[in-house]
């Protein structure tokens, strides 16, 4: 009897700790991950990435499980085209019926990095390429973004001044539609403060590397609109997150737009240069969760892993981030 009793109370043992790991996790959610870019629509997270030269969109209704590197394939560029290498940052939305992906594309060569915009009808669809999301300037272009504001649409982007990487600064043009720019390209940000122009190791000038403002994100709040950047060399263990709101009527004045002095999200707790993030909901809407990106050690540059965590809300409807949670630590996925 008492053997049997030992028996029923480790099977409840065993059960209550499984429900606990069905119900928790912990950091990092993804051993590989760059530039997470997550969206939920009708119950269901997907997860669009870039992986082996090809564009890929992961789902599940968990978002833990969404952000891995599986799935399918939902583009593979045509061969010898300006936009077939170097695929950077996708962002998948619906806009107006349609899903749009936005990603930067090059012929292999940096320097020719712009931005290209694909649609279909389902976000798990076959995309197809419509074409170059551009400014009259046509210039460099990465980590493009749309921001609905009212009943107008823009895009914001971060790009370089001329035709040489001294500076990567966010930019914004109005749209005429998802599939393209109206109007020239009007800068909101440049790395100004000394956390945004880390270039390489402290203390060293490297002066041959570009100052870094990219990865703008916008996060909405009620009425309340952010965009959430990445500032410092990506490539380095200073990485972080940066936070412009909007606080004039007209988001192409420069004015318009309010940065704040300190960053608002960095290395902590041994997480190591986090940054590019995106934003979404728990499945019942009570919750907001940052899902970033950070280097796995010190010094891996761009060798990263993905992360996740909620957040919360200032007074002035201003994230709140925190610090990065610790490795290891276990965290209540989020709420149903």
Not at 215 to 221: A, H, K
Not at 265 to 280: D, E, K, R
Not at 282 to 292: F, L
Request: charged content about 20%; some cysteine; proline content about 8%.
């Amino acid at each position: 009897m008492a053997t049997r009793v030992k028996w029923i109370g480790l099977l409840f043992l065993l059960a209550a700790i499984s429900a606990l790991d069905a119900d928790t996790f912990t950091n990092p959610v993804a051993p590989k991950g760059h530039d997470p870019w997550v969206i939920r629509d009708t119950g269901t997270y997907y997860y669009c990435y870039s992986d082996k030269g090809k564009i890929w969109v992961n789902q599940s209704e968990d978002l833990v499980e969404a952000v891995q590197f599986s799935g399918k394939v939902v583009w593979s560029p045509e061969a010898g085209k300006p936009w077939s290498k170097q695929l950077w940052a996708p962002e998948l939305h619906q806009i107006e019926g349609h899903w749009y992906i936005y990603v930067a594309a090059s012929n292999g060569k940096n320097e020719n990095h712009r931005m290209y915009v694909l649609r279909a009808d389902k976000p798990d669809g076959t995309f197809k390429l419509v074409g170059k999301v551009t400014a009259p300037s046509d210039k460099w272009a990465i980590d493009g973004t749309p921001l609905l504001h009212g009943d107008k649409l823009y895009f914001i982007w971060s790009g370089w001044k001329e035709d040489r990487n001294t500076a990567q600064h966010l930019y914004i043009a109005g749209m005429d539609s998802p599939e393209k720019l109206k109007g020239t390209r009007v800068r909101i940000s440049s790395p100004e403060f000394d956390w945004e122009k880390i270039r390489g190791p402290k203390g060293k000038v490297n002066a041959h590397l570009p100052y870094v403002n990219e990865g703008p994100q916008v996060l909405q709040n009620g009425d309340a609109i952010h965009v959430v950047y990445s500032a410092s060399g990506s490539w380095t263990d200073h990485y972080c997150l940066g936070l412009l709101t909007l606080v004039g009527e007209d988001p192409l004045e420069p004015d318009s737009w309010e940065k704040s002095p300190v960053p608002v999200f960095q290395s902590a707790n041994g997480v190591i240069a986090p940054g590019h993030a995106s934003f979404t909901k728990s499945p019942d809407g009570t919750e907001d969760w940052i899902i970033y990106h950070s280097a796995k050690h010190p010094g891996a540059k761009w060798n990263r892993e993905t992360r996740m965590q909620p957040f919360t809300w200032d007074s002035d409807g201003k994230p709140v981030f925190g610090e990065p949670v610790p490795t290891g630590m276990q965290l209540n996925k989020p709420s149903r």
